[in-house]
């Protein structure tokens, strides 16, 4: 009896190792998929958030499509006549003040503007002039970095207009009599409520403004004025309409 019984169980406990040990190797092989698995998910999801956190915080949900400005990220500039580049789309005022600038100062890409004035009681302008469509809210948007400031320093200068040409600017008093005044230092200052940028120095800093545009305005003329005895640089510059703009699916988050 006693052979026997340990034949009959010899069996069952030799079938019970074999099952514990390919259960052994099962686990083990699962253990070091799930592992590898587990690790490319979290990288991917590294990575994914470092990209939302990359997009945030370069152009904070502004897209090349909706920008209404031509060569925004000023990486495109053209030998003018007199031997000095513009930045095309753009009107530079007094164009020796306003250069290109090629890698040193830059945010984004391969060229930034540097706007310096040369001569006391002269200044550095670069604008360009967009259609808008009027009662619509229009966001503004770009990097400045300020590498040398005196007095006024420098600030926004922009114009609405009824029609195309110069002569068609909304004047002062009308756009003041629309906006409150912190609301028109956006398009005249440094951003709400601020008469001109804050400038700290040697760093990047960004102006992200939204404000309506006039019932009787049709065009846009965004403007950037250095004066004389400050340099600044300006980059990745972007005028969007939110009114019309389509949800990006990544929240905009304001300062």
């Known amino acids: 009896m006693k052979n026997l019984f340990f034949f009959h169980i010899q069996p069952i406990v030799l079938l019970s190792y074999a099952i514990f040990f390919i259960l052994m190797l099962s686990v083990g092989c699962?253990?070091?998929?799930?592992?590898?698995?587990?690790s490319d998910a979290v990288n991917q999801s590294q990575k994914t958030t470092q990209q939302e956190d990359t997009y945030l915080s370069s152009s904070r949900g502004v897209t090349e499509e909706d920008n209404l400005l031509e060569n925004g990220g000023l990486e495109e500039w053209s030998m003018f006549p007199y031997s000095y580049d513009i930045p095309k789309g753009w009107f530079c005022h007094n164009n020796t003040n306003v250069k290109k600038e090629y890698k040193r100062i830059?945010?984004?890409?391969?060229?930034?503007a540097k706007m310096q004035a040369q001569e006391k009681g002269n200044s550095a302008i670069i604008d360009q002039r967009i259609a808008v469509s009027p009662n619509h809210r229009i966001r503004i948007y770009f990097h400045y970095y300020v590498e040398q400031w005196k007095s006024k320093g420098g600030r926004t200068y922009c114009y609405f207009r009824t029609d195309a040409a110069e002569k068609y600017n909304i004047p002062a008093d009308?756009?003041?009599?629309?906006?409150?005044k912190d609301t028109y230092y956006i398009i005249r200052g440094g951003g709400y409520g601020l008469t001109y940028f804050p400038h700290e120095l040697n760093v990047w800093q960004?102006?992200?403004?939204?404000?309506?545009?006039?019932?009787?305005?049709?065009?846009?003329?965004?403007?950037?004025?250095?004066?004389?005895?400050?340099?600044?640089?300006?980059?990745?510059?972007?005028?969007?309409?939110?009114?019309?703009?389509?949800?990006?699916?990544?929240?905009?988050?304001?300062?």
């Open 106 to 112: 830059v945010y984004e890409g391969s060229y930034s």
């Open 30 to 38: 699962t253990k070091d998929d799930y592992d590898d698995i587990t």
């Open 174 to 180: 009308e756009l003041k009599a629309f906006y409150d």
């Open 206 to 255: 960004v102006f992200d403004e939204t404000i309506e545009v006039p019932p009787t305005a049709n065009y846009f003329v965004f403007g950037i004025n250095s004066y004389y005895g400050t340099t600044i640089y300006v980059d990745d510059c972007y005028v969007i309409d939110v009114t019309e703009q389509k949800p990006t699916g990544i929240k905009d988050i304001s300062y």
